[in-house]
T-cell receptor, first 117, second 114 residues
Framework: EAGVAQSPRYKIIEKRQSVAFWCNPISGHATLYWYQQILGQGPKLLIQFQNNGVVDDSQLPKDRFSAERLKGVDSTLKIQPAKLEDSAVYLC???????????????FGPGTRLTVT | DAKTTQPNSMESNEEEPVHLPCNHSTISGTDYIHWYRQLPSQGPEYVIHGLTSNVNNRMASLAIAEDRKSSTLILHRATLRDAAVYYC???????????????FGKGTHLIIQP
């Protein structure tokens, strides 16, 4: 079974530039998550999708971050404009569904390491 | 979400058992205890979860205290590949179709000595 795919793996941009990350979840997984992991900390949830609808985006800085999952499969996360403090690893995860704990195991991709200079 | 407390780091020798503790004194009766680990330069991966009874799988065992206020992840025979940050996370039994993102703390950095 193929895992969660993310691209690019690394990205270096200057502050005030824009950047986009792509995620392809495990086939059949209805729920998709984006997390931000700053160096030395645990991942922090940014947004959760169920199919192509947003379930939770309470921690997404909406003035600069946006995300979409148009056809309920792939997702993109965009930052515009980037700030120095956005330097982090951006992780995508998916799960089969998010109703019962026994089916909510999350599978993570390898992440995209963003450096903002 | 109920909070968990873990030691910042632990060290063990290769091929010996490792016991990683987690305190969750404010756990509710319907919270599951989940463990994830994150190997260097990788995304987190699921390890094990349980509710009340001890659980075993191919990766590890989970021992849950009778009052459920603490739990221990047991790696029976640690290898160098087990060096990672281990996260103990509480999750509601039913998300009700709502938000159920994982709330990560800083976890325990496990160091394995050859």
């Amino acid at each position: 079974e193929a895992g969660v795919a993310q691209s690019p793996r690394y990205k270096i941009i200057e502050k005030r530039q824009s950047v986009a990350f792509w995620c392809n979840p495990i086939s059949g997984h209805a729920t998709l998550y984006w997390y931000q992991q700053i160096l030395g900390q645990g991942p922090k949830l940014l947004i959760q999708f169920q199919n192509n609808g947003v379930v939770d985006d309470s921690q997404l800085p909406k003035d600069r971050f946006s995300a979409e999952r148009l056809k309920g499969v792939d997702s993109t996360l965009k930052i515009q404009p980037a700030k120095l403090e956005d330097s982090a690893v951006y992780l995508c995860a998916s799960s089969l569904d998010h109703f019962l704990a026994s089916r909510r195991e999350q599978y993570f991709g390898p992440g995209t390491r963003l450096t903002v200079t | 979400d109920a909070k968990t407390t873990q030691p910042n780091s632990m060290e063990s020798n290769e091929e010996e058992p490792v016991h990683l503790p987690c305190n969750h004194s404010t756990i509710s009766g319907t919270d599951y205890i989940h463990w994830y680990r994150q190997l260097p330069s990788q995304g987190p991966e699921y390890v094990i979860h349980g509710l009340t009874s001890n659980v075993n799988n191919r990766m590890a065992s989970l021992a849950i205290a009778e009052d459920r206020k603490s739990s221990t992840l047991i790696l029976h025979r640690a290898t160098l590949r087990d060096a990672a940050v281990y996260y103990c996370i509480l999750r509601a039994r039913y998300s009700g179709g709502g938000a159920d993102g994982l709330t990560f703390g800083k976890g325990t950095h496990l160091i394995i000595q050859p």
